[in-house]
């Protein structure tokens, strides 16, 4: 089930943003929880954040964030993670299924979002639930722990072409 991500949510979005294994793929350098919270509270005030829940209980995560005016046809799709506790059982396609299903239904016609080429196991299952390779930026994001930049591909998937 996916549902927006409440106030009451801020220890599983922030175990998830901060995970070591999660968060070098996500927007925000790690940072103590006093330090996260005007983060997080924004996000949720925005209703952008959503929860993926197996059983009712949280086990994912995603950012929808819509266009706007001659764009208001697209979203953006940021901060998607699967808890590494829960990870090898299919969450991220099921999750990802579920969140393309929903933009749908929320009139959508088009899906954005950047990965790290690096990241060749998120770009597969994107690929397999039908996102296509669109472009490539260059030292797109900067990994401050790592001292680097990396690439980002450009993916999206449009309702006409699936």
């Known amino acids: 089930m996916i549902r927006k991500g409440t106030l009451s949510d801020f220890d599983f979005f922030y175990g998830l943003y901060m995970h070591p294994q999660v968060n070098p ?17 924004a996000l949720t005030q925005q209703g952008v954040l959503y929860v993926f829940e197996v059983d009712g209980k949280p086990v994912g995560m995603s950012k929808l964030v819509p266009m ?3 764009n208001s046809h697209i979203v953006y799709l940021g901060g998607v993670a699967i808890d590494p506790a829960a990870g090898g059982k299919g969450y991220g396609a099921i999750m990802l299924q579920k969140v393309i299903d929903y933009a749908v239904t929320m009139g ?4 954005e979002l950047s990965v ?11 690929q397999k639930l039908g996102f296509v390779q669109e472009g490539l930026f260059k030292k ?10 990396l690439d980002e591909i450009f993916m999206a998937w449009i309702k006409d072409e699936n």
């Open 25 to 41: 793929y996500l927007l925000y350098e790690m940072m103590d929880e006093p330090t996260f919270r005007p983060i997080f509270e």
């Open 140 to 149: 797109f994001s900067y990994l401050k722990s790592e001292n680097i930049y």
């Open 108 to 111: 959508f016609l088009r899906i």
């Open 116 to 126: 790290a080429i690096s990241n060749k196991r998120a770009i597969s299952l994107y």
């Open 68 to 70: 706007q005016h001659r």
